[in-house]
């Protein structure tokens, strides 16, 4: 794989039971690149990156994601056990931040970030409470390091899941629909932590239906539907002029759902 290369997905094909999420399936991203998955719902954007780090097994073709190589299975949900630690280390190198925030609801926002760096890097608590500082002061939110996730709103529970995540000081960030469960005037929040991320020049893939945040953060957008690919390329053209008959259909009704009103103060084109 080129250096230049953090992910290169090869051919893979999902299924669930006898339904197959997407078939023959290639991407590639590059070392510093936003790449934005959208796309119809239910057309297996989140299961394709939850491949990526080995939290969704796949039966056929390959990812490379930086020095690692996931292969295809025909029993996908046996991980040999001599695989096991190549995927913790893996997931070491790839941080991920879900639909929902997957805080641990009896520890503080501090201890929920620096638990990781601890036991799985060995830092020592002052190396981690260090790291957790300034996370916090990039996410703003210094002033609730020992608040418990119940006293915080949703768009605070994700700033915190996303300084989690970065407590790893991942190569590879992977969002899968980071603000589908805030309410509306919280997406703005959360959007702006990610935007500051991705002019950092960290890889990032995400899944969104945040249409104008994919135009104004992607250096690409690659639409999903049907199974396939129906379209990659830079994130102006696909947007503006999308060139696939599928691209076209989607963000026809994508545009039309806005320009009726259907849109709600404070997110920015979302799309359900």
Excluded: W
């Excluded at 056929?60 to 913790?88: F, K, N, W």
């Excluded at 969104?208 to 639409?223: G, L, M, N, P, Q």
């Amino acid at each position: 794989m080129s250096s230049d290369i953090a992910i290169d997905i090869r051919g893979v094909t999902k299924r669930f039971a006898d339904r197959t999420i997407f078939h023959n399936l290639s991407l590639q991203v590059r070392s510093g690149e936003v790449v934005a998955i959208i796309g119809p719902s239910g057309t297996g954007k989140s299961t394709l990156i939850r491949c990526i780090n080995q939290l969704t097994p796949f039966e056929a073709g390959s990812i490379h994601v930086l020095d690692h190589e996931l292969t295809g299975s025909s029993r996908p949900s046996r991980v040999p056990i001599s695989r096991r630690s190549a995927q913790r280390r893996l997931r070491a190198e790839v941080g991920m931040v879900f639909q929902t925030f997957n805080l641990f609801p009896h520890l503080t926002v501090l201890d929920n970030i620096t638990l990781a760096p601890m036991r799985v890097l060995r830092l020592s608590p002052d190396q981690a409470r260090a790291r957790a500082d300034a996370l916090l002061d990039k996410v703003g939110l210094t002033a609730r390091a020992n608040a418990y996730p119940r006293r915080l709103s949703g768009g605070e529970q994700q700033r915190v899941a996303i300084a989690r995540a970065l407590a790893m000081e991942p190569k590879i960030m992977l969002f899968d629909e980071p603000t589908s469960m805030l309410d509306p005037e919280l997406v703005g929040e959360v959007l702006d932590t990610i935007g500051s991320l991705a002019h950092t020049g960290m890889t990032i893939m995400l899944v969104t239906h945040e249409i104008e945040f994919a135009r104004e953060v992607a250096d690409t957008v690659a639409v999903m539907a049907d199974g396939q690919l129906a379209e990659i390329g830079p994130a102006a053209q696909v947007l503006t002029s999308p060139r696939s008959e599928r691209s076209r259909s989607f963000l026809s009704r994508v545009l039309r759902y806005h320009s009726a009103g259907a849109g709600t103060a404070g997110s920015r084109s979302a799309v359900s």
